[in-house]
């Protein structure tokens, strides 16, 4: 289980930044009073734009970030305080968090096994059984460098899983995948939820939230300004589909810069 109670993050922009962004403000609420519960067996989504501040919070719950204000538990553990009994729970893959390009699949997911306690023969049979499935075997032998973009994701994925985790933290899990291998992704976060794992996604795709969450949060600016299942979602905002009820939050909620 996931537990974030009013998780704030806050930075100082520098000069640079703030043109980057263009905005007059030197303070950058990233993630600003979150607050949400996912739970054993369902996929929860935050759905937002990029830069909503989806990340921010992600890395939070992975440990990568420490939070300004509020709190952030993970199977009972505090992220800041419990830091290392988090991250022996969690599985946490971004699209940023990027493979060495100069070691193979197979070593990488032995290594990281390693570093999870795990023997050898049970790192074997977790190996037999990801690379069966992600279909890695034919590459287990090539440098990451040398795999196409969806091979890289199916053997970061595998890694990631290596310790089959209570909790399993997706960053934008399909993007830039073809569509194969963008459905061989979802499968698998669903066939995670089915075994009562605790799965967290990130999106800015409509249709994905719709398929694969069972209750979904929307983040406009760094705050949850809505929550609820698929249904409860449109029906609130009196839309048609996710998509619709998606543009009415935004324009209710999303503040231009002067």
Do not use: W
Not at 2 to 14: A, G, H, M, P, R
């Amino acid at each position: 289980m996931i537990e974030v109670k009013n998780l704030t993050k806050v930075y100082k922009l520098s000069k640079r930044k703030m043109a980057e962004l263009k905005t007059k403000d030197s303070i950058k609420r990233a993630a600003d009073g979150i607050s949400f519960t996912a739970k054993p067996g369902e996929i929860y989504g935050l759905l937002g734009p990029n830069g909503a501040g989806k990340t921010t919070t992600l890395r939070c719950i992975a440990t990568l970030l420490k939070p300004t204000d509020g709190s952030v538990a993970v199977c009972g553990h505090d992220t800041v305080k419990e830091s290392t009994k988090v991250l022996e729970r969690i599985g946490f893959l971004t699209n940023e968090i990027k493979l060495d390009p100069n070691f193979t699949p197979k070593y990488l997911f032995s290594f990281f096994g390693r570093l999870h306690g795990m023997s050898e023969s049970e790192i074997d049979a977790r190996r037999n059984e990801l690379f069966k499935y992600f279909g890695i075997n034919d590459f287990e032998e090539k440098k990451i460098e040398e795999l196409s973009t969806g091979m890289k994701q199916k053997a970061a994925i595998a890694v990631c899983l290596v310790h089959d985790p209570d909790v399993v933290i997706f960053d934008e899990p399909t993007s830039g995948l073809d569509v194969i291998t963008a459905r061989s992704v979802t499968d698998m976060l669903a066939s995670l939820k089915e075994r009562g794992k605790t799965v967290i996604i990130s999106t800015h795709i409509m249709s994905e939230a719709e398929k694969l969450c069972d209750r979904i949060g929307v983040i406009i600016d760094g705050k949850k300004i809505c929550e609820g299942t698929l249904d409860e979602i449109v029906n609130s905002t009196g839309a048609a589909d996710l998509e619709d009820a998606f543009f009415t939050l935004y324009k209710e909620n999303h503040k231009e810069e002067a």
